[in-house]
């Protein structure tokens, strides 16, 4: 079994949308869990970042952790085609120096 | 806004080559990180660096690998000889004040 698991999509959306990116992972070591934009042969853009179990929102975007079901999700709430990218999960296990792991990334398109 | 970057964006190299990927971290973070990503799949991680020596390393990251921080701005990854399986997007990224790791723009490695 992967330690995180990310659907790659890809996943087609009109303007303005509500937009639900999820993961799922198996080590429940993981104690905390970004979410990373990437837009093409770019490096990874932070977008969220959370500790433990709970919401975290900032402006159109919500992040949410499940510990209990191992899930995390990113919603994207009025989708731009800006927001067009590569979404990626990321998590770890301790604070300083821990590696991230990553999912495979969401690709998605926000249709005009 | 500080950012990670890194030089060079393209780097072109025959197998068995040396190559040296440079990245400058944001001023006063404290551990540095190498990931790659090869073409289509997942960021992986590479090796973890704190305090002038190798915090974490996978096991990605063998004998031919070797990182260095030469001065107080620059930290380096060396491929002592590059092979076929070694051309990817290579990112370098530091650690923030919450352990959040910001990524810079990625060196892309063309072996031949």
């Known amino acids: 079994q992967k330690e995180v698991e990310q659907d790659p999509g890809p996943l087609s959306v009109p303007e303005g949308a509500i937009v639900s990116l999820n993961c799922t992972y198996s080590?429940?070591?993981?104690?905390?869990f970004m979410w990373y934009r990437q837009y093409s042969r770019k490096g990874p853009e932070l977008l969220m970042y959370t500790y433990s179990s709970g919401n975290k929102e900032d402006g159109r975007f919500t992040a949410q952790v499940d510990k209990s079901s191992k899930y995390i999700s990113l919603f994207i709430r009025d989708s731009q085609p800006s927001d067009s990218a590569t979404y990626l999960c990321?998590?770890?296990?301790?604070?300083?120096?821990?590696?991230?792991?990553f999912g495979e990334g969401t690709q998605l398109t926000v249709n005009p | 806004e500080p950012e990670v970057t890194q030089t060079p964006s393209h780097q072109v190299t025959q197998m068995g080559q040396e190559v040296i990927l440079r990245c400058v971290p944001i001023s006063n973070h404290l551990y540095f990180y190498w990931y790659r990503q090869i073409l289509g799949q997942k960021v992986e991680f590479l090796v973890s660096?704190?305090?002038?020596?190798?915090?974490?390393k996978s096991e990605i990251f063998d004998d031919q690998f070797s990182v260095e921080r030469p001065d107080g701005s620059n930290f380096t990854l060396k491929i002592r000889s590059t092979k076929l399986e070694d051309s990817a997007m290579y990112f370098c990224?530091?650690?923030?004040?919450?352990?959040?790791?910001?990524f810079g723009p990625g060196t892309r490695l063309t072996v031949t």
């Open positions: 990224a530091s650690l923030g004040v919450r352990s959040e790791q910001y």
């Open positions: 080590n429940s070591a993981f104690q905390y």
């Open positions: 660096f704190y305090n002038n020596e190798i915090s974490e």
């Open positions: 990321a998590m770890s296990v301790e604070t300083s120096g821990s590696r991230l792991t």
